[in-house]
């Protein structure tokens, strides 16, 4: 008889703990957010309250499962994702239904790694169309989602650099590439027009150094300024040449490449004397 009452009090109990619980199932991918590929073990902390805090690890895909019975009293989680190595952490706040009977979550979360900003303070390239000697009135950045007006950069970047103490040591190269489909003398063309603009925007002819490259190889660096993760500063160049043009099939990302070509570029030199 005492073995009957003990079975229906445990009953009571479940079914009492049944009604003031709720199912929640969260299945989650952790990403990196710049290249979206998967991080492996991730730290994973679901928090329902402070006193409430479960930590779990992620596999070799980033992938985790979260699966308990939680008090319907809660109504929302925090999701707080870390990583070994150079990431920052970040924190979720997900809303759940205790009303119903189970809750499943399945989602994506990314996570970003740590970022480098870098200023050379120097010029950026200055594009022209095929067969062109006089560059295109604007510049774009962010695949063509921001643009500034070419002649209106030249010259208060002049007079920044004429004005900066810090720079009275350097000297500018201007070197000038074509893409190989281009007049063998359009690369020189363009290297003497551009370095009339910037004489004509009063930077002295002492502190110019003409290099015309015309159709020999490109070393493309794509994140030379701005802010970059970590893992793309100290990146190798980009080498652009007659034999990546050749292999690359994609006709967009042949003329991504021979675009690269058609344009004077610049970079930080001592002084000649």
Same mark, same amino acid.
Request: hydrophobic fraction near 35%; proline fraction near 4%; aromatic fraction near 14%.
């Given at each position: 008889?005492?073995a009957i009452?003990?079975?229906?009090?445990?009953?009571?109990?479940?079914?009492?703990?049944?009604?003031?619980?709720t199912?929640?199932?969260?299945?989650?991918?952790?990403?990196e957010?710049?290249?979206?590929?998967?991080?492996?073990?991730?730290?994973?902390?679901?928090?329902?309250?402070?006193?409430l805090?479960?930590?779990?690890?992620?596999?070799?895909?980033?992938?985790?499962?979260?699966?308990r019975?939680?008090?319907?009293?809660?109504?929302?989680?925090?999701?707080? =994702?870390?990583?070994?190595?150079?990431?920052?952490?970040?924190?979720?706040?997900?809303s759940?239904?205790?009303?119903?009977?189970?809750?499943?979550?399945?989602?994506?979360?990314?996570?970003s790694?740590?970022?480098?900003c870098?200023?050379t303070?120097?010029?950026?390239?200055?594009?022209?169309?095929?067969?062109?000697?006089?560059?295109?009135?604007? =510049?774009?950045?962010?695949?063509?989602?921001?643009?500034?007006?070419?002649?209106?950069?030249?010259? =208060?970047?002049?007079?920044?650099?004429?004005?900066n103490?810090?720079?009275?040591?350097?000297?500018?190269?201007?070197?000038?590439?074509?893409?190989?489909?281009?007049?063998?003398?359009?690369?020189?063309?363009?290297?003497?027009y551009?370095?009339?603009?910037?004489?004509?925007?009063?930077?002295?002819?002492?502190?110019l150094?003409?290099?015309?490259?015309?159709?020999?190889?490109?070393?493309y660096y794509?994140?030379?300024?701005?802010?970059?993760p970590?893992?793309l500063v100290?990146?190798?160049?980009?080498? =652009?040449?007659?034999?990546?043009?050749?292999?690359?099939?994609?006709?967009?990302?042949?003329?991504?490449?021979?675009?690269?070509?058609?344009?004077?570029t610049?970079?930080?030199?001592?002084?000649k004397?």
């Amino acid at each position: 008889m005492r073995a009957i009452c003990l079975y229906i009090c445990i009953l009571i109990c479940i079914s009492v703990h049944a009604q003031d619980s709720t199912l929640l199932r969260l299945e989650g991918n952790v990403i990196e957010s710049f290249l979206k590929t998967s991080i492996k073990y991730p730290t994973i902390s679901i928090f329902f309250n402070p006193d409430l805090k479960y930590v779990i690890q992620g596999d070799s895909s980033g992938l985790f499962l979260f699966e308990r019975m939680i008090p319907k009293k809660s109504f929302e989680l925090m999701v707080k =994702i870390e990583a070994d190595g150079k990431y920052m952490g970040c924190r979720h706040k997900l809303s759940i239904d205790t009303n119903n009977a189970q809750n499943i979550i399945c989602r994506e979360f990314e996570i970003s790694p740590l970022i480098t900003c870098i200023d050379t303070w120097i010029l950026p390239d200055l594009p022209f169309e095929m067969n062109k000697t006089k560059f295109n009135k604007y =510049i774009y950045f962010n695949d063509r989602e921001d643009s500034l007006w070419a002649d209106s950069v030249i010259i =208060i970047w002049s007079k920044r650099f004429l004005n900066n103490p810090n720079y009275e040591d350097q000297c500018i190269e201007i070197v000038s590439y074509s893409d190989y489909n281009e007049r063998e003398n359009v690369s020189k063309k363009r290297l003497e027009y551009v370095y009339k603009k910037l004489i004509d925007a009063g930077i002295p002819p002492e502190k110019l150094i003409l290099t015309n490259r015309n159709k020999e190889k490109r070393n493309y660096y794509k994140y030379r300024d701005g802010c970059f993760p970590y893992y793309l500063v100290d990146n190798q160049p980009f080498i =652009i040449d007659q034999e990546l043009i050749k292999k690359t099939e994609n006709d967009y990302d042949r003329e991504l490449y021979s675009s690269l070509r058609r344009v004077v570029t610049f970079n930080w030199k001592r002084n000649k004397n």
